[in-house]
């Protein structure tokens, strides 16, 4: 049936006189932008789960706008009807979609099945009464509207469930917002204005405009109109969250083409703006859009220039470390062979002189005695530094095997004093070994590198104290359940310049040579690498050159 | 692991189960509205002022005179085989005839619509 309140027939199902001049501006931009923003952010990354639930609100979104151009330009009864009858299952669907593109983005993942079920309960009377007369019953031909004949309980049911979108989205924005990071409340407050101008004036306008039409106290429902606004500010806030956040994992040569997309849109209107009003919004809107892109776009190029940048310098560092990783590795093995090299032919020069020595081959003549003393006394010392560039090797290439056992530090750490303390007399100097525990000062350790790593200490100790005397203190904190070794001495110090490098590699203190000419500058680097392996660490401490130093080695206590 | 394949896959079953509800939803709309034509159509009706009690609207902008009318409500597949698309070029529109089924002229009701919504002669008004 045809109504006869507009003469005149549409022309291409859309175009018909006698309608609002804010029709087309209201609903044919915010179509094109939601479908725009919508498929650009599906497309670009389809398997994304909010960018699907985006699409699908932009797709319910311009359906809604095309029934409603229906609604408002057709003057066939049953054209409109159907049309009519299709609202409550398309607000229904966008209201849920809301609520759930809101849970998506806030927690980065799907809403439980539980949440879901509530939705389809929530959409499913919208659907099973939207072709029974609880939604519509007839058609007034004299208004060629069906305001009269809506059933007031399924509008009121799709209208609340709109509300419901506002008010459990508020709620979900609000909750997270007070816990969020400075950052994510910028995004979620970008989101909260988009979603909730939405909501808002898409369905208090619809509401409103249905229920002034119905009570007659409007001639129609064109107060809805301003209802599709809303949509725009949601894109546009969709829009700044891409570019400046990438939220939705869009790429930036896909936000320019948005924004452009929108400038040409926005111009376009022109072409079928005819009322001063519809030239003024337009003018203004391409305005806003002009400066808001233009913003958008110098931010999207200057991350372009930071991310290229960042992205060059990332390439040359790696390429720099994998070539320092193959250099270290080749150093390591040289070292390592070159060691074992020199390690062979050193034991038997050791071995033979300790067998020249102790005479097995005869008396020898006291000068040759002394001279192989001599040659014994170097090869101890060059395979100790041998020993040192194997550890040093090991250490690196992380093959330094450590056994594990309970044992007595105190025990063996007096072991190690009684040892070298005839070296020390030897030199003039006193060597005092004193325990200060609460424990029974058992570590969970590698025995033997625990005990290389006493002797290096107190063999430096040695090494660069000229007169006085060396104290070795054991002592524990059995809150802290750690064990400490303390080797003071009143040897040559070190310098605050000195006390900062004297654990790396190859280094030694500045006045080591006056003492001491020998020396690979490893001995702390090991001992400090393995005391650290095993949970533990070495520190050292000076008052400066001249006035001693003191080296702690703390270990665990084994409980 | 499998609970959380099971919640996926009935995630997927009710996305599904919307997707026909929806489809269902608007294949029976249309259906009813456009290939059956079962609603009810309202239309203005002939009323004169001196004999009932009739609504009233103005005759243009400026208001200066009013038509009288009455409502004329009838299911649209029996008004369409009677007159076609237009009610307005149809006399057979503006009576009920004795064998249709659904057929009401409603006249203006001052206690139902209110006062000023109707107009009358008939008690000198």
């Known amino acids: 049936m045809i109504c006869y309140y507009y003469y005149d027939a549409p022309t291409y199902l859309f175009f018909a006189p006698d309608i609002p001049e804010l029709l087309y501006y209201s609903h044919i931009p915010a179509t094109i932008l939601a479908l725009l923003v919508g498929i650009f952010v599906f497309v670009n990354n389809p398997r994304n789960l909010l960018n699907k639930i985006l699409l699908s609100i932009a797709l319910s979104f311009s359906a809604i706008t095309v029934i409603n151009l229906v609604t408002w330009t057709s003057i066939e009864s049953s054209a409109i009807i159907f049309s009519w009858s299709l609202f409550g299952p398309l607000q229904g669907i966008i209201s849920v979609l809301s609520i759930y593109f809101i849970y998506v983005f806030l927690n980065k993942e799907d809403v439980s099945l539980k949440i879901k079920t509530v939705f389809s309960l929530l959409l499913l009377p919208t659907f099973l009464f939207a072709a029974t007369n609880l939604n519509l019953s007839g058609f007034d031909l004299a208004w060629c509207d069906s305001f009269q004949y809506e059933g007031d309980f399924y509008s009121n049911y799709y209208n609340g469930l709109g509300f419901l979108a506002i008010l459990w989205t508020s709620i979900l924005l609000a909750r997270k917002y007070k816990g969020a990071t400075r950052e994510l409340k910028k995004q979620i407050l970008l989101m909260g204005v988009g979603i909730e101008s939405f909501l808002l004036l898409f369905f208090t306008n619809f509401a409103l405009g249905d229920y002034l039409a119905t009570i007659k106290f409007v001639e129609d429902s064109r107060l809805e109109l301003y209802g599709f606004f809303g949509m725009g500010i949601f894109m546009v806030m969709i829009g700044v969250l891409i570019v400046r956040f990438r939220t939705f994992n869009v790429g930036m040569i896909a936000s320019q083409a948005i924004l452009i997309a929108l400038l040409i849109l926005t111009i376009s209107q022109y072409t079928f703006a005819e009322s001063i009003t519809s030239i003024v919004l337009t003018s203004i809107t391409l305005l806003f859009t002009a400066i808001i892109g233009f913003i958008l776009l110098r931010s999207v190029r200057k991350e372009i220039k930071q991310r290229t940048e960042l992205e060059h310098l990332t390439q040359k560092l790696a390429h720099a470390n994998e070539k320092l990783k193959e250099l270290d590795k080749l150093k390591s093995e040289f070292v390592s062979i070159a060691s074992h090299q020199l390690r062979s032919p050193l034991t038997a020069i050791r071995g033979y002189a300790s067998l020249l020595t102790d005479g097995t081959y005869g008396k020898l003549p006291a000068k040759a005695t002394e001279a192989l003393e001599r040659i014994s006394e170097s090869s101890k010392n060059m395979a100790y530094s041998i020993e040192d560039y194997l550890n040093v090797s090991r250490i690196e290439s992380g093959n330094m095997k450590y056994n594990y056992s309970d044992f007595n530090l105190k025990d063996e750490a007096e072991k190690v004093t009684d040892d070298l303390r005839s070296q020390a007399i030897k030199q003039g100097l006193g060597l005092i070994f004193r325990t200060n525990l609460k424990s029974r000062g058992v570590v969970h350790a590698d025995i033997g590198k625990t005990v290389q790593i006493i002797q290096n200490l107190i063999n430096n100790s040695i090494k660069y104290t000229p007169k006085g005397s060396i104290k070795v203190l054991v002592r524990d904190d059995v809150v802290k359940k750690r064990i400490f070794i303390d080797i003071e001495d009143t040897g040559i110090g070190m310098n605050e310049k000195t006390l900062a490098s004297i654990f790396g590699k190859f280094e030694r203190a500045s006045n080591a040579n006056s003492v001491n000419t020998g020396g690979t500058g490893l001995g702390l680097f090991v001992a400090k690498m393995m005391a650290e392996a095993m949970g533990g660490g070495i520190t050292a401490h000076s008052e400066g050159d001249g006035k001693g130093s003191r080296f702690t080695i703390e270990l665990p206590l084994a409980m | ?125």
Do not use: H, W
């Open chain 2, 1 to 125: 692991m499998a609970f959380a394949m099971n919640n996926k896959l009935a995630g997927k079953i009710l996305l599904f189960l919307n997707i026909i509800l929806l489809i269902l939803a608007v294949g029976s709309s249309y259906y009813r509205f456009v290939v059956l034509e079962d609603y009810v159509v309202a239309y203005e009706g002939d009323c004169d002022p001196d004999f009932e009690s009739c609504y009233y609207d103005c005759e243009d902008d400026e208001c200066n005179e009013y038509y009288y009318f009455s409502i004329i409500e009838r299911q649209v597949k029996e008004i369409k085989a009677l007159c076609g698309k237009d009610v307005t070029e149809c006399d057979e529109a503006y009576e009920c005839q004795p064998d249709v089924e659904f057929c009401t002229i409603s006249f203006c009701d001052p206690m139902e619509d209110g006062e000023e919504a109707c107009a009358s002669n008939i008690d000198g008004l």
